[in-house]
């Protein structure tokens, strides 16, 4: 479990850390502003729940989604195109 528990943590970390070297780097941002930006995110949130899997998606997929939700202000759940 302990192991588990190590591998989620390193893993979100690592994600973090790049998803802020990406914001710092394309909008321009000091890394206070960026981790502030990010942690405050929904996208954050979702990554941090071991429910969602989001952690074991790759860096750049969730520099993605957090880039959807800064343009419509959350992360989309569904197409509405399909209801």
């Not at 206070?32 to 949130?45: I, K, Q, R, V």
Request: proline letters at 2%; one cysteine or more; glycine letters at 2%.
């Amino acid at each position: 479990m302990t192991s588990d528990k190590n591998n989620f943590e390193f893993l979100v970390e690592y994600i973090s850390a790049k998803v802020v070297e990406w914001l710092m780097k394309d909008q321009n941002l000091g890394m206070e502003e960026a981790l502030l930006l990010f942690h405050n995110s929904e996208t954050f949130d979702k990554l941090c729940n071991r429910k969602t899997d989001m952690y074991i998606e790759s860096p750049a997929y969730v520099y993605d989604i957090l880039q959807e939700e800064l343009r419509y202000g959350t992360v989309r759940r569904e197409n509405p195109a399909t209801h």
